[in-house]
């Protein structure tokens, strides 16, 4: 490319010159061509010349964002000198404002090479373009919004371990290849009425609030692993596919108890959303999830009397799902019955004068028969114990609470081992 080569032509779009211009900067001898090939010390030099052409538009508050990633250092992040930037804005007509990146409208025939990973954006734009060539977004970095409404896509999208600090905007396009978002950072997302039509990941994304309602997924999900921080995920109307993974998701919860856009009922909404998604695909294990995180929220807005309710039955048994709890209570309060009716009976006796292993023995089978008193354990074959026990007021309130709590704990037990098993 020619040093005096200036303007911009007709049909030309001013970033992707701005591009080819940093390329032809960095490869005097032999200049950059968009062929559909990749150089990898080309991309390297653009990606660290544009860094430092962005880097007079960055905060020192957003610097020492950038250097805290590992991914940036010093001299990437220092403007270039003032004689580069104005060679630059000669070729294209005096523009020297780099905040907005519009790369919007681009089609199918365009020569540019969309690999923008490890770049610094204040803003980018694509909307309104169709693609046929992959847009690589991994590390990039965009301290404002990133908007690709309206787009289509015909090869991959692959944006893992991009940082969004604000907003991404991706409503209403389509997808026709991959779509990797893995170990991205997005605090907004929109999704809404994208389609997906290949795999689709965000394992280990970030995402601090998002909304994919009237989306439609195609192919394998995969949200394994993946954190939603601050609201709760909106698929409302949204077309999951079956091969859908939510394992080992962190949701988020009401931090108040007011009703505002932020408070339990939305959150009840989104989570109840999402269970009739898993019961529509007959996944009864995912289904529960959602049922309790949806009561977690419930006991937000209930009163006094329900939130303790709620709160018992999540303490017991987390809501219906875990057996090892109400097992615990089980053997606790066996043990200390066990204990108890122990030290009554047979710290009665002189030493030596009765068979203390018997006698717990003994004590601990009517702690058991107590619990379970359904089953007339103690009337058939502990009769003799028991009389043992007789006149001690205190020793019949213990087995009045055991009698109680007994069948409450057994019932909790069954429910969760029902809930996990169940089958549709």
Known sequence: MDDEEGGLKPGDNV??????????????????QFDGTHDKKVSYNRKRMWNSLIAEYISPSQRDILLASGRFDDEELTPLPDEFIRKIANKIDGLTDFRKIDLSESDRDSPFDFDLSGMIFIELVLDNSEINTPLNL????????????DCTFSSNISMCRAHIEKLANFRSSEFLGSFNAADSYINTAQFEYCHFEGKTNFQSAKISETSFSNANFKSETN??????????????????????????????????????????????????????????????QQEYVFLRLEMKCRKMEENFAGAMALWTYGLISDYGWSFIRPLLGVALVWVFGSVYFGFSVCGGHELGSVDLTNCSASMMAVSFSNLFSFLGIGR?????????????????????????????????????????????
């Not at 970033?15 to 950059?32: H, T």
């Not at 991994?138 to 409404?149: C, G, N």
């Not at 087995?399 to 037990?413: E, N, S």
């Open 15 to 32: 970033w992707m010159r701005i591009f080819d211009i940093m390329d032809w900067s960095v490869e005097v001898d032999e200049p950059y």
């Open 138 to 149: 991994d590390d990039t970095f965009i301290l404002e919004r990133l908007s690709i409404q």
């Open 223 to 284: 949200f394994e692993l993946a954190v939603f921080s601050k609201l709760a995920p909106k698929f409302y109307s949204t077309i999951l596919h079956e091969d859908t993974s939510f394992q080992s998701v962190s949701w988020p919860l009401p931090i108040s108890s007011t009703k505002t856009t932020d408070g339990p009922g939305a959150f009840i909404r989104a989570y109840e959303c999402l269970r009739r998604h898993m019961a529509q695909q007959n996944k009864a």
């Open 380 to 424: 058939s074959f502990l009769g003799e114990e028991l009389a043992q026990l007789n006149g001690s007021r205190f020793s019949e309130l213990v087995g009045g609470i055991q009698m109680v709590f007994g069948p409450i704990f057994l019932f909790f037990i069954l429910l969760a081992l029902r809930n996990r098993f169940r089958m549709k």
